[in-house]
């Protein structure tokens, strides 16, 4: 008996030995992302060999097995390491894990390891590298580990099509230096403008008066306005400079007229959107340097303006759902949309990555969806995504508006003549919202109520449907099949007129998503086996899309409600010459649907695709990739962030956008090489009548590598500004003419205006305004030129500052005004009048690799 004893005495301890974590804190651990060879040739396919290098900054061994580590990343993976001490794994969406085999070795403290592995693409920026990684033991398998610290290595690709130095100093050298003075005062720029002479003293003690009643809100809002910018307010009904709103018949809905003389500043509109917008021109027209700290008074220039908008919808879609972003960062961009005349916030509030606002009547939604850390089954919160980490200490990953937030967002958002649209993603992009309910299932069933456990059910338990999504989930897609599906919907929906009611806001229309449905999804649905019995319309799956958006429609119409999606939701799988193919659905034309078209990516087989939608019948919101997503990367260089599968989209993409005829101005294809023209042959173009469809532009930040306020800032400013530019202002005459070379050179001079108004007023005056944004500042262009290396920056006005040592220039360095000895390291940096620098440009090597 003794002997068995002791037998299962050395048994338990044997197994506590082998289970018990680790001594290794984690956090002791430094690990690397690198490049080792970017024309990795696999399978015949040019890839990417990169590696990990882990570093034991600790006292303790990582041991040679018994832990993973799990990271995010954007692209797909060879599953055996090449070092042949590992295997990479997919979780599940951007989710991966590291296990260590039998040939990896323990890292002592002071050493390193290193575990290098295939990428199946080659590397172009840092955004490239996986993101997050965090470790967990195999004896504690529900708990991860931050690591101490994460270091992406600088690289420097080589591949055709590198933005340098040189590339960069020749295309800035075509901008013409024009004098503050001669250029235009309004951003975006008005239908009509004159300098009239002369101009108007604004002062702390300047009266506001309206002789419209209904124009008292704006004209309190700009006197709020002033106080800011004088840091007092002291009006004089005595004072000889007054400012009066009046009310004029026929100026449109968001037209006005302004007028600046000596004393007397007049702005008439025929509604209040109009008489807001005459404000902020006025806003526009105060000299930048009286933004930066409070004057005793500001020198507002003599003009007369007649304006109006070229479109009625100009809108900035903001995904908070993949990363989010706090209700201050979001009234910051209401803010600069509302200066810059743009009118419609697309809030993308949820996707499979997270659901960020509170609804009175799920309040699963946000309990579990608006939190990601360390799962693998999803129950409670959600996994990891895009480098949230293992817990819920990351705001980019973790984090929601509760019903008073949105309440503020909408007021602020009402008060600056901004519609807020929300996105509730379905029926894909739903992963959130589908283990939410799934949470609230458990938890009802538990308490024994079948019924309300089913009430909102987003999925058959039974659905053996195999799928993977564009972003690689195989569960994000909702089962339309499902009653319980349309309860889920008409619940948000009344939730969310509650909320906007109580906001005292408009709610005009609901975006419901409707992209990137897998093939494969509902096929083994045990709910739409059923349906197809009862619904003799219902064939196949692909029936039942247009099942899902006709009853989701419904739901909104009978709430005076309008329909918003993306462009999948008005097309119609068909085959032409046996070949599958999307036309627009005819069932949806006259059902007054509005669909934000995205997808013109040059060389896809696409490119006409939103002028097919609006020939057809629908309202069309240009969104197209090639021109107007904030998140694409500005150029192919490693130093800038961002993704490039549509294209590289520098401001210069947002300003020479040609809405009715954006065949004419696609110059480089999503590779930055210069674009096959024959890809437009036989594509649709515009009609007439396409052309009364299309109601707008839209700006899309998608937010998978955007984790900061900062980084936001970065990726819409000042492209925002040009947006707002083209979606106000009327078709620049270079639009429509006729020779290649006369419209070059129109183009090119109207160009240079924008970029001198940017450079001297309007980014002098964001760097203070409302706090300050942290907008872009370009790297500098530099070239060798007779043993001295020359300087330019895109936007005249702006500083450039040189170190010969090798440092980086700060905003004490030497201001470079003629070119440099090329005798040591010398580097270059723009600055802001801030002092904040951006991206340097080494004077070394700076030639294109090819």
Not at 446 to 458: N, Q, S, T
Request: proline residues 6%; aromatic residues 12%; glycine residues 8%.
């Amino acid at each position: 008996m003794l002997s068995i004893l002791l037998a299962v005495v050395f048994s338990v301890n044997a197994m506590a030995a082998h289970t018990a974590l680790p001594r290794l804190d984690p956090k002791q651990l430094s690990v690397t992302w690198q490049v080792v060879n970017n024309e990795y040739v696999y399978e015949n396919k040019q890839m990417a060999l990169t590696e990990l290098v882990i570093a034991n900054k600790g006292t303790d061994a990582l041991p040679a097995g018994g832990w993973k580590i799990y990271f995010n990343a954007a692209g797909d993976f060879v599953p055996d390491a090449t070092s042949g001490n590992a295997t990479i794994e997919q979780v599940n969406g951007d989710l991966y894990s590291i296990t260590p085999n039998a040939n990896f070795k323990a890292i002592q403290p002071g050493e390193s390891g290193r575990i290098e592995y295939i990428t199946k693409a080659t590397v172009v920026n840092f955004t490239d590298a996986i993101e997050g990684p965090y470790l967990v033991w195999d004896a504690e398998p529900a708990k991860g580990y931050s690591i101490g610290n994460f270091v992406v290595k600088p690289f420097t690709p080589n591949y055709i099509g590198l933005v340098t130095p040189e590339v960069l100093y020749n295309q800035n050298k075509t901008i013409i230096d024009i004098p503050a003075e001669k250029l235009t005062k309004i951003i975006p720029t008005p239908v009509s403008y004159t300098e009239t002479g002369g101009s108007f003293r604004l002062q702390p003690d300047v009266n506001v008066v309206t002789t419209h009643e209904a124009y008292k809100k704006e004209a309190a809002g700009f006197d709020a306005y002033l106080k800011k910018l004088f840091g007092k307010r002291t009006a004089n009904k005595a004072s000889n400079n007054t400012i009066t709103l009046s009310y004029k018949a026929g100026l449109g809905q968001e037209g006005y007229e302004l007028t600046v003389k000596p004393g007397a500043i007049t702005i008439a509109a025929s509604n209040n959107a109009g008489v807001y917008y005459g404000l902020q021109s006025l806003k526009i027209l105060i000299p930048p340097s009286a933004v930066a700290s409070a004057p005793a008074y500001a020198e507002i220039p003599g003009v007369n303006v007649a304006d109006a908008p070229r479109f009625g919808y100009r809108a900035v879609m903001l995904d908070v759902a993949r990363n989010f972003q706090s209700k201050q960062q979001v009234l910051k961009l209401l803010e600069l949309m509302s200066v810059y005349k743009l009118n419609t916030l697309h809030f993308h509030l949820t996707d499979d990555e997270g659901w960020r606002i509170e609804l009175p009547s799920l309040p699963e939604l946000t309990n579990v969806a608006s939190k990601r850390g360390h799962t693998l089954d999803s129950k409670n919160f959600l996994p990891a995504g895009h480098g949230s980490g293992p817990d819920f200490s990351n705001p980019a990953g973790t984090g929601h508006y509760s019903k008073a937030d949105y309440i503020e967002i909408l007021k602020y958002a009402t008060e600056r003549h901004i519609t807020v649209m929300p996105e509730i993603e379905a029926p894909g992009h739903a992963r959130g919202a589908i283990k939410a309910m799934a949470n609230r299932y458990a938890r009802l069933m538990a308490a024994g109520d079948k019924v309300g456990a089913e009430r909102y059910l987003l999925y058959s338990a039974g659905d053996k449907s195999d799928y993977r999504s564009v972003q690689y989930w195989n569960d994000n897609v909702m089962d339309v099949a499902l009653p319980s599906t349309y309860n889920y919907i008409e619940t948000v929906v009344g939730d969310l007129i509650n909320i906007y009611k109580e906001a005292g806001a408009p709610l005009p229309t609901i975006h419901f998503g409707g992209d990137e449905v897998p093939a494969g999804v509902w096929e083994k649905s045990p709910a739409y086996l059923a349906l197809k019995k009862t619904h003799p319309e219902v064939k196949n799956t692909g029936d039942l899309w247009y099942y899902f958006y006709g009853r989701v429609n419904d739901i909104l119409k009978k709430r005076n409600i309008k329909l918003a999606g993306w462009e999948e939701m008005a097309l119609r799988k068909t085959k032409i010459d046996g070949q599958d193919a999307y036309v627009p659905n005819p069932q949806f034309a006259n059902e007054g649907m509005r669909v934000d078209v995205w997808n013109n990516v040059l060389g896809g087989g696409q490119e006409d695709l939103a002028y097919k939608l609006a020939n057809g019948g629908f309202q069309t919101v240009l969104t197209c990739v090639t021109n107007l997503y904030f998140d694409m990367a500005n150029n192919k260089s490693f130093d800038e962030p961002g993704y490039y599968w549509g294209a590289f989209l520098g401001i210069d993409k947002f300003y020479s956008f040609i809405p009715y005829d954006y065949f004419k101005n696609a110059d480089v294809d999503k590779n930055g090489l210069p674009v096959n023209r024959n890809i437009f042959i036989g594509k649709q173009r515009l009609t007439d009548y396409g052309k009364t469809n299309i109601v707008g532009l839209q700006g899309a930040l998608w937010t998978e590598t955007v984790k900061t306020p900062e980084r936001m800032d970065y990726m819409i400013f000042p492209k925002l500004i040009a947006l707002g530019e083209r979606a106000w202002a009327q078709d620049p005459a270079w639009t429509t003419e006729k020779d290649p070379a006369k419209a070059a050179a129109m183009y090119n001079e109207e160009w240079s205006k924008f970029l001198n108004v940017l450079g001297k007023r309007e980014l002098p005056r964001i760097a203070y305004y409302n706090n300050g944004y942290n907008f872009r500042i370009p790297k500098p262009g530099v070239i060798l030129q007779d043993g001295k290396y020359a300087a330019n920056v895109q936007f005249p006005g702006m500083v450039i500052r040189y170190t010969t040592d090798g440092t980086e220039p700060t905003a004490s360095s030497p201001v470079y005004s003629s070119p440099v000895s090329a005798t040591g390291a010398v580097k270059f940096r723009a600055f802001d009048v801030k002092g904040r620098g951006g991206n340097v440009a080494d004077g070394v090597n700076n030639a294109p690799v090819m």
